[in-house]
């Protein structure tokens, strides 16, 4: 499966992993509160991430960009799932009280849920991501090699 996943994006394993990794400080950094989620420090760590996948895979003029873009961006979207539920007691020192017609549950059962949908959500997060820097990305390198062939 990994094989057919380098093959798809043009890139090994490793560097899927290593580009889709550096958006982990900044999750990190919210989920601990480290970082004001308005400051210029997380503006930088959302930002610069995205920009060195971009460099890199136009760098590296891989045959299929899109899928690449889309790769790393659902490794993020993985690593940012298991970075919130690691980190989940954290932030929420309590259990989750649902409301409404789940008011009834219990704690446990309210914060289960709760996980299992931040889980998805933040792989679906990651999969957007990808798709968007995807898209764009594949405009820039389209621009790129237009301009590099012209010379």
């Not at 490793?14 to 210029?40: E, I, K, M, W």
């Not at 460099?55 to 993020?76: C, D, E, H, Q, T």
């Not at 989750?96 to 549950?105: A, F, K, T």
Request: charged share 10%; proline share 4%; no cysteine.
């Amino acid at each position: 499966m990994i094989k057919r996943i380098e093959q798809m994006a043009g890139l090994p394993w490793t560097t899927l992993f290593v580009l889709a990794s550096l958006g982990v400080p900044r999750v990190v950094a919210h989920d601990l509160g480290l970082v004001d989620p308005h400051g210029a420090v997380n503006r930088l760590l959302v930002g610069l991430p995205i920009a060195v996948w971009l460099i890199y895979v136009v760098w590296k003029n891989v045959k299929r960009p899109f899928l690449a873009w889309f790769s790393i961006g659902l490794l993020y979207g993985i690593l940012l799932a298991v970075v919130h539920q690691l980190l989940w007691n954290f932030v929420f020192e309590a259990p989750i009280q649902l409301g409404g017609n789940l008011s009834h549950l219990s704690g446990a059962m309210g914060t289960l849920i709760a996980r299992a949908f931040a889980f998805i959500s933040s792989v679906t997060t990651g999969a957007v991501m990808g798709i968007i820097v995807g898209v764009v990305g594949s405009i820039v390198h389209y621009v790129v090699n237009g301009i590099i062939r012209k010379w």
